[in-house]
């Protein structure tokens, strides 16, 4: 099990990564991370045909001053494409209103090979991220 952090508020322009800063659990070699970046691999290190890791994702968005209100969104992407099955959506009523948002997916890697996960920006315009929660589990 891994988990990357970044409480201090960040700003995510759109299609872009949120950026992890902590790493307070990181004990498997099959999940590698560079402090500050926002893209974790996933090493199929198994004897298995494949090995499964379990995502989830916590944290704030909001819409930073001077944005527009409308419809704002995170998704979990797997090799830089978001999974729409993880999109994150909320609607503030006006700029600044924290909402939390959270998912989840398995992701199956084969072995011998490698996939990176992020959590990305799916809006419409930048936004700005705070308490990010990414826990990396690997189940089989």
Known sequence: MSE????ALQTVLQ???VAFTETPVCGTKCIVHRQGSG????RGI???CKARFLVSYSGNIQIPTGGTVEAISLAIAIDGEPLQSTRMIVTPAAVENL??????????????CCSTIAVQNTSGQTIEVQNSNLIVVREA
């Open 39 to 42: 893209v974790v691999k996933l």
């Open 4 to 7: 990357f952090t970044a409480n």
């Open 99 to 112: 909402f939390n948002v959270s998912a989840q997916v398995y992701v199956d890697v084969p072995c011998g």
């Open 15 to 17: 299609g872009e990564d």
């Open 46 to 48: 198994t004897n298995q």
